[in-house]
C-alpha cells in the first residue's frame, strides 16, 4: 500500500487539510496552539467519521481522560519518549487496520453494487405482474403509481427519512399485487360484490404477500402490502389491528389508496371532488385513518393541492 505523506505545524491548517483531502491516517499532537488535540479531532470527526487517529503527548498529567478519547473515536494514545518502539508498533497497527478498512469497503461497494442489480431484477419481474393487475382493470391504470406519489408526499410532509421515503414508493407500487390472484369475474364486477365476493376480494393483501415473501429485499414493504386496509378504529382486514399497532407506513398508503380511490372514476361512479373527499378524511380521522397522517395530509390538500394535482394529471 503505497502512502503519501504530508505534515503541518498548524491545526487550523490540519482541519482544512484534512477537509479537502484525502488521508488514511493522522498523527496528532495533544499540547497545540491555538487549540489543543482534542478539539481538533472534535471539529474533524463533525465531517469525517473514517479516518485513523493516533494521539500523541508528552505531558501525562494533561492528557485528555480516557472517555475523551473513546467519544471522539480517537484509535491509538501513545506519550511521546526517546523510545519509538510503542510508536512504531501504533502505526504498524494503523496501517494493517486501515488496510482492512479499505478492503471490507471495497467489498461493501460490490456487494451494494451487486444487490441494487438484483432488487432492479426482482422489481422488473414484480413489475410485470403489476401491469397485468392493471390491464384487467382500465379503472386501476395509474392507480397504483399515484397511491406511491401520495404516500411519497404525505411521507415528505411527516419528515420521513429517504429510506422509508423509499419504502412508501415501493411499497405503494406494489400494494395491490395480490390482486393478480383474485378472479376477473369479481375484479371487474360493475356492480355491488355479494359478501363471498368482498371476502374473496380481502384476500388480495395476503395473496400479495405470498408473492413478495420470497424476496427478501421486499421484507421492508411486506407490512404496506398486508395492512393497507387496516382501519384506525380496528375494524380494517386482515389483522384487524387497530391505532399504533397497524404498521405506520401502511397508514400512510392506507390514506393514499383510499384518496385515489375516490378521486378516481369507477365503474359504478365518476370520481369524488376534491371538497368531497376533503370533508370525508376530516369525518375519518381516529375512524378509519390515524388522526395524526390525515391532519397532514388535510393540510395539503388545503395549502399544497398544486403537488397532489400534479400526480394527478401525471398519470391520468
Known sequence: MAMILSGVTNPLEAIEKIKTEHFDLMILDFIMTPIHGDQVVEEIRKFNKELYILLLTGHKDLAPPL????????????????????????????????????????????????????????????????????????????????????????????????????TLKIGGLFHDIGKIGIPDSILLKPGKLSPEEYSEIKNHPAIGVHILSNATIFKDIIPIVKHHHERYDGCGYPSKLAGDNIPYLARITA????????????????????????????????VQFDPQIADVFLDILHNHFDEVEEIMQKYA
Do not use: W
Request: hydrophobic share 35%; aromatic share 6%.
Open 67 to 166: 472517555e475523551t478519547i473513546k467519544r471522539l473515536d480517537i484509535q491509538g494514545y501513545c506519550e511521546k519518549s526517546d523510545k519509538f518502539d510503542q510508536l512504531l508498533l501504533l502505526i504498524e497497527s494503523a496501517v494493517k487496520a486501515i488496510k482492512q478498512m479499505n478492503t471490507i469497503r471495497e467489498i461493501n461497494e460490490e456487494l451494494k453494487d451487486t444487490n441494487a442489480k438484483l432488487e432492479q431484477a426482482y422489481l422488473d419481474s414484480i413489475e410485470t405482474l403489476r401491469y397485468t393487475v392493471e390491464a384487467k382493470d382500465p379503472y386501476t391504470k395509474g392507480h397504483s403509481d399515484r397511491v406511491s406519489e401520495y404516500s411519497v408526499l404525505i411521507g415528505k410532509y411527516l419528515g420521513l427519512n429517504e429510506e422509508e421515503l423509499h
Open 255 to 286: 390514506l393514499a389508496d383510499t384518496f385515489d380511490a375516490m378521486t378516481s372514476k369507477r365503474t359504478y361512479r365518476d370520481a369524488l371532488n376534491v371538497d368531497t373527499v376533503i370533508a370525508e378524511i376530516g369525518k375519518c380521522r381516529r
